[in-house]
Structures are given as C-alpha cells and as structure tokens.
C-alpha cells in the first residue's frame, strides 16, 4: 500500500499504530487482573463499564473540542495523560497493592481521556491529507488496528503468562509516550484553528442538527448502534470468558482467538485496498450482519477455541471489507471539515454509550449461562440486519 505524500501524517500514523498495539496488549492484561481478582465476568463487565460511561457522557464534547482547537492537541494531551494513568497501574500491581475499587477509578479517568482522543483522532486524516487521499489514509489505519489485533492479544496472552500483568501494562504505558511522540511533527500541519466565539453548547447544538438531518447518516448510525450492543460485550467479556472457564489453554486461547479476529480485518482490510472500496455497500453489510448475528451464536457452542478462532477470522475479513475503510471515508467526505469532528463524535457515541449495557448484560448472562449469553448476542445481530433489510434506504447505500 502506497505512502501518503503528508509526511505528518506519517509520523501520526506510525506513533499510533505502536499505541493500538499496546491496547490490545492492555485488554488482555486487564481482562486477566479482574478475573483473577473476583473470577466473576459481570465484575469484569462492570470495570469496563466504569470506563465506557464518561467516554460516553463526554464524547460529544470531546468533538466539540475538537472543531474548536485542534486535533493533535487533544491526542498529544490524551496520550500523555493515559501513559501516566497505565504507568500508575503498573505501579499498584508490582507493589501488591492493586485493589478492585481502584481498576473503577482507573477505568473511569481513561473513559474521560479516551473521549477527547477518539473524536480527534477520526478527524485528524481529513486535516493533514487531501480528500483524494483519504481512503488510502483511513486504509493505513485500518491496516494498524488489524495488525494490531493480530499480534497485539497474542503478545498480551504470552506476556501476561511470562511475565504477569504489570509487564503488559507497561508495555502499554509505553506505547502512549510513543504515540505523543509521533504528534509533535504534525505541529505545523495540525495547527489550531481560530477560537470561535459561539458556545461550546451551541456547537454541540449545530453539530447534532447537521447530523439528524441526514437520513443516511441517521441509517449509518442506527446499523452501528445494533452493532454496538452486541460487539462490546462479546470482545471485552465474552471472550474472556470463554477462555476462562471452557478453553484449558486460559490467556493464550484468548489471544488466540482475537488474534485470529486481527488476522481476518487484515486480510479484509487489504482486499479492500486491492479491489476498492464496495459500490453497494448497503446490501454488503446487510448481508454481513446475518453472518454475525449466526457466528455470535456458533462462539457459544464451539467445543474448542481452534475452532472458534477460525470462525472468528472468516466473519472478520468479511466487516473489514464492509466497513473498515468505507465507512470512514463516507463520513469523511460527506461532512463539512468544520463539523467533522462533532460528526465523528456522534458516530462514535453508540459505540461508547451502549457499551456499559453490553458489558453488563453480556457479563450477567454469562455469569449464569455462556451459550445463552452468545445466542442472546447473535439474536440481537439477527434481528437488526432483518430491519436493515427492509429498509430501501439502507440497501441503496453507496460508499
């Protein structure tokens, strides 16, 4: 895949595909500590919701934010704050001194950080690449974030079983000093815009209005907070549970099997770029949902976690090509680039909203029953793409 001509955005993008990495690290190791602490999935549901519930709160003004200032400025001060908050961790955990009540506190001041970083950094490519690049830029990060979650759970699987969690944790700690340091060149490039003189709130208020009176857009969002609802909750606590309490093979299986996930967006993601981007776009990801919706209900049945890391991989490759790159870039080139971070921050707020229910539920019908947790996922999935696709709008959708 070709490089861009922006040379900052280059640094960007390397210093942030060494932090999406130790995120997947981190996910491993803190998914890990809080069972190992209570064995319970619905309190490991619950420490991630702690997190998702100010990123959700605040998400919106994060994008705010971020048409108001600068993007780079919110990544840089993001970074920073989250290396300082998993160096703290590291920290709590080789001392012995780790308590349940402080992975709340933690996950709460990520959730807060994480909010001004996504909306940001969803609109820094349209900010240091022209719109005919686009599709290439948002494809080098798609291809990091699959490379990422192909390599990255395994090394945390390894890693959290050689050398505990602290050693993951400061992987992860280190990867967002890396990241911070990737923004600095993009200082030019990325500069801050001139304060406006409306109201933060009558950003807020503009923002949404644009949004909502897109029909597409509004279909986009409906699709993605389905989505949202089941994802989370399968990834972040179902999984884990999986490899806690069926798959004797414990972290490893569970790096396995999102690693395999990794595996299956990047070929995805690369087939994508080798073919472009899918024409009809709304049928593709109908049909795709259908897929999920069978292989959610499949992961709570599959007797071993070799098969499941397959299955895993397939449907992968196949969101990848449907929406990686194409979504992104749709939203990117629609929306006014003074907009495009509170747009950004709408599409993002299903996702971190309906996070803390998906966590929660998935981790109470895990609790008491894991092939009735993934079946309840898959249903939900069923019953979204079936409303997908009696909806004309959403099958005419073009990228």
């Known amino acids: 895949m070709r490089l861009l001509q922006s040379g900052a955005f280059r640094w960007v993008w390397a210093g942030e595909t060494v932090s999406m990495l130790g995120d997947r690290v981190h996910e491993i190791a803190m998914a890990?500590?809080?069972?190992?602490?209570?064995?319970?999935?619905?309190?490991?549901?619950?420490?991630?919701?702690?997190?998702?519930?100010?990123?959700?709160?605040?998400?919106?003004?994060?994008?705010?934010?971020?048409d108001r200032l600068s993007a780079r400025v919110l990544m840089l001060a993001s970074n920073l704050a989250r290396g300082l908050l998993v160096g703290l961790l590291v920290a709590l955990v080789i001392g012995g001194w780790i308590r349940l009540w402080q992975l709340y506190?933690?996950?709460?001041?990520?959730?807060?950080?994480?909010?001004?970083?996504?909306?940001?950094?969803?609109?820094?490519?349209?900010?240091?690449?022209?719109?005919t690049e686009l599709p290439r830029a948002n494809a080098l990060v798609s291809t990091s974030e699959q490379v990422a979650m192909l390599v990255g759970p395994a090394v945390g699987g390894v890693l959290v079983a050689l050398a505990g969690t602290a050693g993951a944790f400061l992987l992860n700690s280190l990867s967002f000093f890396a990241a911070a340091a990737g923004l600095i060149p993009a200082g030019s490039a990325a500069g801050s815009p001139e304060r406006k003189a409306s109201s933060l709130w009558s950003d807020l208020r503009q923002g949404l209005a644009y949004a909502?009176?897109?029909?597409?857009?509004?279909?986009?969002?409906?699709?993605?907070?389905?989505a949202s609802l089941t994802y989370n909750g399968v990834?972040?606590?179902?999984?884990?549970a999986l490899a806690r309490h069926r798959f004797p093979e414990g972290s490893v299986a569970l790096g396995a099997m999102l690693?395999?996930?990794?595996?299956?967006?990047?070929?995805?993601?690369?087939?994508?770029?080798?073919t472009g981007l899918p024409r009809r776009w709304g049928v593709l990801i109908i049909g795709i949902a259908f897929a999920e919706g069978a292989a959610f209900i499949a992961l709570g049945l599959l007797p071993t976690f070799w098969a499941a890391a397959a299955m895993l991989a397939v449907l992968a490759f196949g969101?990848?090509?449907?929406?990686?790159?194409?979504?992104?870039?749709?939203?990117?080139?629609?929306?006014?680039?003074?907009l495009l971070g509170r747009v950004m921050s709408l599409v993002e707020l299903p996702r971190q909203s309906l996070a803390p229910l998906s966590f929660l539920a998935m981790g109470a019908l895990a609790s008491f029953s894991l092939p009735l947790a993934f079946a309840c996922a898959g249903i939900a999935m069923l019953v979204a793409a079936g409303v997908a696709a009696g909806s004309r709008t959403v099958r005419e959708l073009a990228s």
């Open 105 to 131: 506190v933690i996950e709460f001041a990520f959730g807060v950080a994480d909010a001004f970083f996504y909306p940001a950094a969803a609109a820094i490519p349209a900010v240091l690449v022209q719109k």
């Open 32 to 66: 890990w500590l809080v069972l190992t602490l209570t064995g319970s999935p619905l309190t490991l549901g619950a420490v991630l919701a702690a997190g998702a519930v100010p990123r959700a709160l605040l998400l919106l003004v994060g994008g705010a934010t971020s």
């Open 235 to 240: 990834f972040a606590v179902g999984l884990p």
């Open 319 to 338: 969101v990848a090509y449907s929406s990686d790159v194409a979504l992104p870039t749709w939203i990117q080139r629609r929306s006014s680039p003074d």
């Open 212 to 226: 909502f009176a897109d029909r597409e857009l509004r279909v986009v969002l409906l699709l993605i907070s389905a």
């Open 259 to 274: 690693g395999a996930w990794g595996l299956g967006q990047l070929l995805g993601v690369l087939s994508a770029g080798l």
